[in-house]
């Protein structure tokens, strides 16, 4: 079949003849952008078309190819950010988040049932063009403390590289600040409400890590009173101060190959918060996977008066105890990194560094929909509560029958309690690691067989062309 290009005259004489059922459309007045769509609704309704149209007439079938030509020509074309063209800065970041939404803190380059924290800020920070890529390799990125899932932040830091308005010189004087990234502003405009970007620091001491630079982490962690004792925690407290082996109250992770598990605790206690809710709030250098939540686990059997205070004391003897007994540690839910403290660094907040209060008010807004969200149910629930437990007894912990608490309001009910001393122990740091050791080095090798095979048929594909 001939094929030509129809002018668009042509495309308005054949539209305005090629109808005799429906009513007369003077077509020469129509536009383009009407005849395109009027070829889409003809090429969409193939019924129609058949029963109105001449079977395969060249000049419709021009038509239509022309208007798609057309359509694809007015497609924007998707212009690839190239970072080396922009100037870029080191920069830390300063946020918060609740941790229950969350597959934990840390990017995962393996998918999770839910998002972590840092793949959703990574996303952010890409989709606004300040870094290149979504993953944590492409920015010199570092985060101050990695926390599970579940677990919540109020001053998380991290550190990374992003783009600048500002020249290396010109990023040097405070007085340039306003001509910057209004960095804050952006990011959150990106970010859901339950993780927020408070403050920004443009100039890092030299050399700073968000992970290496932390003088001290400080953790919180909430409980109700029910019945554990507070004073009787509060001795328990001061055992756990000071430079010891923590192994038998965090959980062993065989990929890291960790030998060293002394860790310094600066201060530990039981405070007061609001009614009936108190929080262990404790200072350190650095924490295992899961100490804190292995401590507190600890601390509520004490206070539930099922274990005496000795028995932090003892597990720090790795002659009593050389490998971890095995315990239930406490929820994630109520854990928070407090806060991560640095050295003197100029902390800058949104408003003020940023533009005026009236800049933030959809930022406020969204937040303070979300704390009414959860005041709301809060109330809800309070009013629930008297009706469905009203006929609750109140169950006395003894050795023979009772709950243990493990912070999640539930705890796990026991027919008989069997003491830290009497239970099954897990295996040792060094046969933990020497599996992994063994798992990694034979996974190796299977990866250099399979690369071998694939080079060989390669060759063998070469070699037969």
């Not at 800065?89 to 229950?100: D, N, P, T």
């Not at 968000?210 to 400080?218: E, V």
């Not at 002659?319 to 007994?325: H, I, M, Q």
């Not at 063994?438 to 080079?455: G, V």
Request: hydrophobic share 35%; aromatic share 10%; with cysteine.
């Amino acid at each position: 079949m001939l094929r030509y290009r129809p002018t668009w005259a042509m495309l308005k004489r054949t539209f305005s003849s090629m109808t005799k059922t429906e009513a007369r459309v003077d077509y020469e007045n129509w536009t383009k952008e009407q005849l395109i769509e009027r070829i889409q609704q003809l090429e969409n309704s193939s019924s129609k078309l058949n029963s109105t149209l001449p079977v395969a007439s060249p000049v419709v079938n021009d038509a239509v190819a022309s208007a798609k030509d057309i359509r694809s020509k007015k497609k924007k074309k998707v212009r690839t950010f190239d970072m080396n063209k922009y100037n870029k800065r080191f920069i830390a970041l300063k946020f918060a988040y609740l941790g229950w939404n969350y597959n934990g803190l840390a990017y995962q380059s393996e998918p999770t049932p839910l998002p972590t924290v840092e793949e959703v800020v990574l996303k952010a920070l890409t989709m606004s063009r300040l870094i290149t890529e979504p993953t944590p390799d492409k920015c010199k990125f570092s985060r101050c403390g990695r926390t599970d899932k579940g677990v919540s932040a109020m001053n998380q830091v991290i550190s990374l590289v992003v783009r600048s308005n500002l020249n290396e010189e010109e990023q040097l004087l405070k007085e340039n600040d306003h001509k910057e990234i209004k960095y804050l502003s952006i990011i959150n405009a990106l970010l859901p409400p339950d993780i927020r970007m408070t403050a920004v620091c443009l100039r890092p001491p030299p050399k700073f890590d968000a992970r290496f630079s932390c003088d001290y982490r400080h953790y919180r962690y909430l409980f109700k009173k029910h019945d554990l004792d507070i004073e009787l925690m509060n001795e328990a407290c001061i055992k756990y101060i000071g430079s010891h082996d923590f192994r038998n109250f965090c959980k062993i992770d065989g990929s890291k190959q960790i030998t060293n598990y002394v860790r310094e605790v600066y201060s530990m206690k039981i405070i007061h918060l609001k009614d009936d809710f108190y929080a262990v709030d404790l200072k350190g250098s650095a924490f295992l996977w899961h100490q804190v939540r292995c401590m507190v686990a600890i601390l509520f059997l004490i206070g539930q008066k099922l274990e005496a205070t000795t028995i932090i004391e003892d597990l720090f003897d790795l002659e009593k105890y050389p490998t971890k007994p095995v315990y239930e540690m406490a929820n994630d839910i109520p854990l928070v990194l407090y806060d991560c403290i640095y050295p003197e660094m100029e902390w800058l907040s949104p408003i003020g560094s940023e533009g005026t209060i009236e800049k933030f008010y959809k930022h406020f807004a969204m937040f303070r929909g979300q704390v009414l969200d959860y005041q709301v149910k809060a109330n809800m629930i309070g009013i629930m509560e008297p009706l469905v437990m009203k006929d609750a007894p109140e169950i006395e912990n003894t050795q023979k029958r009772g709950t243990m608490n493990v912070g999640d309001g539930s705890g796990r009910n026991y027919s008989k309690y069997v003491p830290i001393s009497k239970r099954e122990v897990g295996e040792t740091v060094e046969a933990i690691n020497s599996r992994h050791k063994e798992k990694k080095r034979k996974r190796a090798i299977a990866l250099s067989e399979a690369n071998s095979r694939a080079d060989s048929e390669v060759s063998s594909i070469l070699e037969e062309q």
